[in-house]
């Protein structure tokens, strides 16, 4: 699965980016608490009814969940073969 994580100021554009990514065929989730993002990855991989390879979220770099786990959440997504690319948008 390629996951892409659109962070960044607010007002800087993520929901546009969001909304150009689904343009581009991703499915898209608008202010994705960082904490739930391994259980969506999880449930989109194991779904059987779903063909779901490009994810695109949001999430709010503002709070202290998405600083202090994000490193030990982005090895736990490349553990479990998925491909996480970060933009953050100023």
């Given at each position: 699965?390629?996951?892409?994580i ?12 969001l909304h ?13 608490p ?21 994810v ?31 933009v953050?948008?100023?």
């Open positions: 699965m390629n996951l892409i659109v962070s960044g100021l607010s007002g800087s554009g993520k929901s546009i980016a150009a990514l689904e343009d581009l065929g991703y499915f898209c989730i608008d202010n994705l960082f904490g739930m993002l391994r259980q969506l990855t999880s449930e989109l991989q194991q779904g059987s009814s779903t063909d779901i390879e490009r695109a979220v949001s999430i709010d770099s503002r709070s202290r969940e998405f600083l202090k786990t994000l490193s030990s959440g982005l090895e736990q997504l490349r553990d479990a073969g998925v491909t996480a690319q970060i953050f948008l100023e």
